[in-house]
C-alpha cells in the first residue's frame, strides 16, 4: 500500500466552481500533515498545514480525520490561478521527513 | 522574504560523473534536507541534516551520495558516479526548528547522459 494515495486527476474545473480533493495515509503514527502546492517544473510550496479540528485559509479548507486516516482540501471560488498540482504531504515524529503523494493535478478553466 | 536558493539551475552531466549541487539554506535556519522527484513522480525525501550530522537517509541515499555543510551557508549534495536514472529535479529545503515548516529551494534539474 503506498504511503500517501491521491487521485491524480486531473480535475477539470470552471472559474468560479468548488472542488475537493482527498487523500490517505498508511502510517497512523504519522503526526504532521500538509498540502503543498507545485505549479509545472517548480518546487512545491506550503499551502497550509491541516489539523484535527479543521482549518481554512481563505477559499482554502483542510480536513483531517485521524480515525480514517483521511485528508481533504476544498477549494472554493475557484480561480484560474489555482491551476496547479496539489500534493498531500505526512511527516512522521522526529525529524519531520516528508513522505509525498503523487499529487493531484487542478485545471481551472475560463 | 528570505528563500532558499540552489546552484546550478540545471546540470547536464555523462554517466560516471561526479555532480556537485549546491544550496543555500535561509539564514537562521537549522535543519536541511534534500528530496529528489523524478519526472512525472512523486517528490521523495533523500536525506535530513543537522548539527553537522546525518539525521536521517532514506534507502535512496546510498554511497554514492554524500551531503556537506562546507561552510556557515552552503549545503551540498554530491552524486560520485552518476547513473541515468539519477537523472531528476533536486530541491534543497530547510526549516527554522524541528516540527516547523520547510522551505523548498527552485531545484536542480540534472540529467545524466
Known amino acids: 500500500r503506498k504511503e500517501v494515495e491521491q487521485d491524480p486527476g486531473p480535475f477539470n474545473v470552471p472559474e468560479g466552481a468548488t472542488v475537493a480533493f482527498n487523500c490517505t495515509y498508511s502510517?497512523?503514527?504519522?503526526?504532521?500533515f500538509f498540502w503543498y502546492r507545485q505549479d509545472c517544473r517548480k518546487e512545491p510550496k506550503l499551502l497550509m498545514s491541516?489539523?484535527?479540528s479543521g482549518n481554512e485559509d481563505g477559499r482554502f479548507t483542510a480536513q483531517l480525520n485521524r480515525a480514517s486516516q483521511y485528508i481533504s482540501l476544498l477549494i472554493r471560488d475557484s480561480k484560474l490561478s489555482d491551476s496547479a498540482t496539489y500534493l498531500c504531504?505526512?511527516?512522521?515524529?522526529?525529524?519531520?521527513?516528508?513522505?509525498f503523494g503523487t499529487g493531484t493535478r487542478l485545471l481551472v478553466s475560463p | 522574504e528570505p528563500e532558499v536558493t540552489q546552484t546550478p539551475s540545471h546540470q547536464v552531466t555523462q554517466m560516471g560523473q561526479e555532480v556537485i549541487l549546491r544550496c543555500v539554506p535561509i539564514?537562521?535556519?537549522?535543519?536541511f534536507y534534500w528530496y529528489r522527484q523524478i519526472l512525472g513522480q512523486k517528490v521523495e525525501f533523500l536525506v535530513s541534516?543537522?548539527?553537522?550530522?546525518?539525521?536521517?537517509k532514506s534507502e535512496i541515499f546510498d554511497d554514492q551520495f554524500s551531503v556537506e555543510r562546507p561552510d556557515g551557508s552552503n549545503f551540498t549534495l554530491k552524486i560520485r558516479s552518476t547513473k541515468l536514472e539519477d537523472s531528476a529535479m533536486y530541491f534543497c529545503?530547510?526549516?527554522?526548528?524541528?516540527?516547523?515548516?520547510?522551505?523548498f529551494g527552485p531545484g536542480t534539474r540534472l540529467l545524466v547522459l
Open positions: 502510517n497512523s503514527a504519522s503526526q504532521s
Open positions: 504531504v505526512v511527516s512522521g515524529r522526529g525529524f519531520q521527513k516528508l513522505v
Open positions: 539564514s537562521n535556519h537549522l535543519y
Open positions: 491541516v489539523y484535527s
Open positions: 529545503a530547510s526549516s527554522p526548528d524541528l516540527e516547523e515548516t520547510q522551505y
Open positions: 541534516f543537522y548539527n553537522n550530522e546525518i539525521s536521517e
